[in-house]
């Protein structure tokens, strides 16, 4: 049981060690960023295709469809294509916005598919046969891109070797809920510390599935968008970096999005995005350490696909705290705590310097979420150990997506919403969690055990805030 503890201790260290690594190099260019001017343009104009991937979408597709019809580019060199592959009133929607867009001189047309084979990846891969852009501009039903878009990206795009382009999220319901600040706060991390970290120290990193720009050579040489993973976006950036493409990540251009209000949806959100890692992981990880590429990239590609593995320490954690407060020695429960303390730090500035990143969002409101972010981050860990064991022992990737609902103010209006996830998945796993953690803070409580109680409350609050709100929202049906 030792050795187990210690192996937890180990990986929470590494993690750790590998945050503050990120945190290190995002801080070294952020200030050599501050001194670098952006490209001039010259007069490059390239014809684009906007890829928009719709299945039901009927509260947020019109929404899209103004937006993307907003941009400001010449109509002779851009060509829109809505990928429908609804099979509810959004085609209706869709057609009826089309024809109206069509009239207005817009160049955009829809493209059906006779089955939803691959889902969005096919649906990409169908749009690109008949795509005559030189570059391929993607969004989700979610985002609402600024009309600049282009002219701010442009700049960037005349170079013959760049073959994506990643653009920042922003979100325009962060202060929804505790819930849609959280996701918010990950969200910073992952672009604003991971992103740039990775990109601008010439690691790998990925394109995010929507907000981005591929060049279409590049994901022809690269051999297209494949569905044999849940996170096609991951599989093809790896494999196009693999084969020479360069990437880039352009923090200043954000694009807005809606983040998901239900905790159902949020949770189905992660299972995909952790086991697609996991799955793309035994997919590309092999051909990655068996190529020329330098250390620096192969095992920051390791770090980066396996990333979700933590969510599978966690359970194990929370099974031996008994047996780390009745059988480690003082000297051993001293240095596995101190461990544990030092990847709860790290966690903190990680997201401390992220959030800075933010202009809207004031230091206290980071301080104070932070505690939230920690707590969901172990209220999903039963949610994606599911997923990383799907992933690591199942070819399976049925895509399940995320609704959205247009709802943006905290008294609007989504609990009738045909797209709601009414399930509660694992919700006696997580009330057994939640039993098994306040049996043991009894016992803390019993022998003075106090110097555990601040990582108890953390776990505690995690799972009791998923199993609270997931009644509220999904048996009460209260917003």
């Known amino acids: 049981m030792e050795s187990i503890c210690f192996s937890i201790a180990f990986m929470c260290g590494l993690f750790a ?44 597709v019109g929404r899209l469809i103004d937006a993307v019809c907003n941009i400001r580019y010449p109509r002779d060199l851009l060509e829109i294509q809505v990928l429908d592959d609804s099979d509810d009133i959004t085609s209706a929607l869709v057609d009826a ?18 089955s939803r084979k691959g889902y969005k990846a096919g649906a990409l891969q169908n749009g690109l046969t008949s795509a005559f852009g030189e570059w391929i501009l993607i969004f989700d039903s979610d985002f609402i891109p600024q009309p600049e878009i282009l002219a701010h990206a ?8 760049l073959g994506m382009v990643q653009f920042c999220w922003d979100h325009i319901n962060r202060d929804y809920s505790v819930l849609t600040r959280v996701q918010a706060l990950f969200l910073d991390g992952h672009f604003h510390i991971e992103h740039f970290a990775r990109n601008r120290s010439g690691r790998f990193f990925n394109f995010n599935g929507t907000a981005g720009m591929w060049r279409k050579k590049c994901i022809i040489e690269s051999g297209g968008w494949e569905y044999d993973t849940l996170t096609e976006d991951m599989d093809l950036s790896y494999r196009a970096q693999m084969k020479g493409w360069k990437f880039l990540f352009l923090s200043h251009i954000r694009i807005p999005a809606e983040l998901p209000i239900e905790l159902s949806a949020f949770k189905s959100q992660q299972h995909r995005w952790a086991k697609g890692g996991i799955q793309t992981a035994r997919k590309i990880l092999p051909y990655l350490f068996l190529s020329n590429l330098p250390w620096s990239i192969k095992i920051e590609g390791a770090f980066h696909m396996l990333s ?47 959030g800075g990143n933010c202009s809207s969002v004031s230091c206290s409101r980071i301080l104070k979420d932070i505690p939230w972010l920690m707590a969901v981050g172990i209220g999903l860990c039963v949610n994606n150990s599911r997923a990383v064991l799907e992933g690591f022992f199942s070819n399976t990737a049925v895509f399940v997506r995320t609704p959205k609902y247009n709802v943006l103010a905290k008294n609007g209006l989504w609990k009738q919403n045909a797209y709601r996830i009414k399930r509660m998945s694992l919700f006696w796993v997580e009330v057994f969690f939640l039993t098994y953690l306040l049996t043991t803070l009894l016992y803390c409580i019993k022998t003075s055990t ?4 601040p990582f108890l409350v953390i776990f505690i609050t995690g799972f009791f805030y998923f199993i609270t709100l997931g009644l509220k929202q999904t048996v009460f049906n209260r917003a």
Do not use: C
Not at 97 to 114: A, D, F, L, T, Y
Not at 154 to 161: K, M
Not at 330 to 354: M, N
């Open 308 to 354: 979700n593995v933590m969510y599978l320490v966690l359970p194990l954690m929370i099974l031996l705290m008994p047996f780390v407060l009745t059988h480690m020695s003082g000297s051993a429960l001293y240095l596995y705590e101190s461990v544990l303390l030092f990847s709860i730090l790290s966690v903190i500035i990680f997201y401390i310097v992220a």
């Open 450 to 453: 106090v110097h555990i109680f």
């Open 154 to 161: 442009l700049p960037y795009l005349n170079d013959p070797a």
């Open 97 to 114: 916005m089309v024809e109206k867009k069509r009239s207005q001189g817009h160049p955009i047309r829809v493209i059906r598919r006779s």
């Open 17 to 60: 060690v590998h945050r503050l690594f990120l945190i290190g190099i995002y801080l070294w260019f952020k200030h050599e960023e501050k001194h670098r001017l952006p490209p001039k343009s010259a007069g490059y104009r390239p014809f684009i295709t906007i890829q928009l991937p719709v299945y039901n979408e009927r509260y947020v």
